[in-house]
């Protein structure tokens, strides 16, 4: 059984749960703080969450799990298996976690966290969010899912990245992140709803 490490705390501890869920993979959940002991560097060599352990053997980073969970079980499809539209999906995925939802997190201890971030950073922070959203404009699809006609892993990081990054956005500052871009709200609420992803949502609250 894989063994999922982390706090569900944490949006991409919580989409590669989702990613689980969805494959239909039996996995036991184990928290796991994000710490710099030796035990989860062991695990996860930055110390992030989420890793996934699997016979012993341990994986970090999302987009690598989510490979893996890929090959490990290739139904439902979620990165599809023509090699440009494979690389379009990743493509996207990319950019909503590194031009928009990393972006944001520059002010995640201010937001939410009782910190206090630089006005030079929040300036900084604003216009390459500004920067990052006009790039996804350009590539993401929405219709009716991120990446075209199919649901699929450019779903599950919009929908875990632009909950992080619109929260960050709203709290910093007081704008939607997402004024007037009716496709990624589409899919965000379509997301919402998605079974996986429901299910997710219900047991962190729990």
Known sequence: MIQLYGLRMSNYYSLTKSLLIEKGLAFEEVKAPPTQKEDNLARSPMGRMPAIGVDGHYLSETLAIAGYLERLQPEPVLIPADPFAAGKVLELACHIKLDVELVARRCLGEAFFGQTVSDETKANTEADLDKGMKALDRLFIGAPYAAGS???LADFYT????G????VT????NR????GRDKIK???????EHPSVAQVE???AS
């Not at 929908?159 to 632009?162: A, D, I, L, M, P």
């Not at 992080?164 to 929260?167: D, M, R, T, Y």
């Open 170 to 173: 709203q709290k910093i500052f």
């Open 159 to 162: 929908y875990f990245s632009f």
């Open 186 to 192: 589409a899919v965000m609420a379509r997301m919402a």
């Open 164 to 167: 992080l990054a619109c929260g």
């Open 150 to 152: 199919e649901l699929s």
């Open 202 to 204: 219900a047991e962190k």
């Open 176 to 179: 939607d992140l997402l004024e």
